[in-house]
């Protein structure tokens, strides 16, 4: 079956840095997409890999091992509004994507 | 603003109600999704339509109805729903290319559903 397993929730400390570990289970790999979503808001497009390594966005960077089907997102010097969850998804071969269940991210002062 | 709309936002129904979500697209986008995400869970994707074609997901209920006069509307028609219902219910559009790779989706808002 197609699975992606993410944390339920991470604590974190304002100026530090976090890293948000994904795994997966996909028919088929096309890609590995991160979506943050605040509370009551719609979800929004972090970054995608296809392929191995890591992309740097500013603060944010996303890695991937396709081999370990594993990715994670580094989040740096933390703000009080990085506190969101953060969505793991998977492109499988017919690509439609895998959701993970969200890592909901606490950022204390 | 995201260029994804959608009305209602919230909307109160009873299990012997039929009412309708609309989604509204004004990115130029060729696919438009629907997708339920309830509490602590993944996003499931319900149906999506795409240059032309309807994939649909086999454990979606047949009270749900989609509807996609163009590539720019989506609807989600309901209709005696049941209190498991209650959820967000997220549209999503995304370009596809001739190989029908999709890029980055981006959403709307969401309706939140409440079944009585």
């Known amino acids: 079956g197609q699975n992606i397993d993410q944390p339920t929730e991470m604590t974190a400390t304002e100026g530090a840095i976090v890293q948000i570990n994904c795994t997966y289970q996909t028919s088929g790999f096309n890609g590995l997409f991160w979506y943050q979503q605040h509370a009551g808001e719609a979800p929004t497009f972090l970054s995608y890999n296809v392929l191995d390594g890591l992309e740097e966005k500013g603060r944010f960077s996303s890695f991937l091992s396709r081999s370990k089907g594993y990715s994670y997102l580094l989040l740096k010097e933390l703000q009080m509004k990085d506190s969101a969850s953060y969505l793991c998804?998977?492109?499988?071969?017919?690509?439609?994507?895998?959701w993970g269940a969200g890592t909901k991210l606490i950022i204390k002062p | 603003e995201t260029g994804v709309t959608q009305t209602p936002r919230h909307l109160v129904m009873g299990m012997t109600n039929k009412k309708s979500l609309k989604c509204e697209q004004h990115l130029g986008h060729n696919a438009m999704y629907w997708y339920k995400q309830s509490a602590k869970k993944p996003l499931e994707l319900m149906f999506v339509?795409?240059?032309?074609?309807?994939?649909e997901n086999n454990s979606v209920p047949s009270r749900f109805s989609p509807e996609c006069p163009n590539s720019s509307h989506l609807f989600l028609h309901l209709h005696t729903l049941q209190p498991e219902d209650s959820a967000l219910y997220l549209c999503?559009?995304?370009?596809?290319?001739?190989?029908?790779?999709?890029?980055?989706?981006?959403f709307g808002p969401g309706t939140r559903l409440t079944v009585t």
């Open positions: 998804a998977g492109m499988d071969s017919n690509y439609q994507l895998i």
């Open positions: 339509y795409s240059l032309e074609e309807r994939v």
């Open positions: 999503a559009s995304s370009q596809r290319g001739e190989t029908g790779l999709p890029y980055e989706q981006y």
